[in-house]
């Protein structure tokens, strides 16, 4: 049984708000001009690196692995059928792997429940984030709808095809400083991460993915204000950079 149908389109809207909050913007300029999935929670558009800097690397060098069939799916809804009595997050988790051959995702995929709500209907929802060889993919969100404790569609958005390598080459401070080395940055200007704990994540570019950084810091002599950073933890080049002040 399936419930109202101004529910599940009440669902979808905040499930999508809740995907353009995070994602901020689902396209947005490369430094070599290509249009990129995902995003950071508030990210608009792509800034040069502080001062006079030589042009940005061609946006064919800041992945590791091409992803073959890769796709970012649109917001939509999965029908799910399964004998799971689901009352739990662990029984959630359960009817999630069982759904992942049909949602494209393989062994390397997991769909950990974060949270869950319901509505005093009858209606359960499994909030989960989809997560590669234990790294978050970027821009990823789902909610296993139940009534009854009855799986009934998994809605939200997932990425299928990835292949990585998910072990970093470089750590976060090196990332970020071989990016603004890499974009004429002189040695004489120190790159400061400002916050820490700093996050890995799998990143979708267009028909690729990353293994990134998302790193807080600024340059010294002059010093600038905070920026955030999306940077490629293998090649240590920028992909994104947001002034935090201003945004």
Known sequence: MRYPVSNKVLLVALLVIGIAMMVGGITWQMSGGATVAGGDVSMEAQEKAGGQQSPASDSSKVSTEPAGDLELSPVGSLPVSSDISVVDDA??????????????????????????????????FYHTQQYYKGIPVYGTEMVLNTQNNQASEVIGTWLTSIELDVVPTLD???????????????????????????ALVVYPTENRVILAWIINGRLTDPQTEDYRHVVNAHAGEMILKLDLVHQ
């Open 91 to 124: 029984s959630a988790e359960q009817v999630l792997a069982e759904s992942k051959s049909d949602m494209g995702l393989g062994e390397d995929d997991t769909l950990p429940i974060l949270s869950h709500s319901d509505d005093g209907y009858g209606h359960t």
């Open 172 to 198: 976060a401070e090196q990332a970020l400083i071989a990016a603004y080395r890499s974009q004429g940055v002189p040695d004489s200007r120190q790159v400061v991460v400002t916050q820490d704990p700093t």
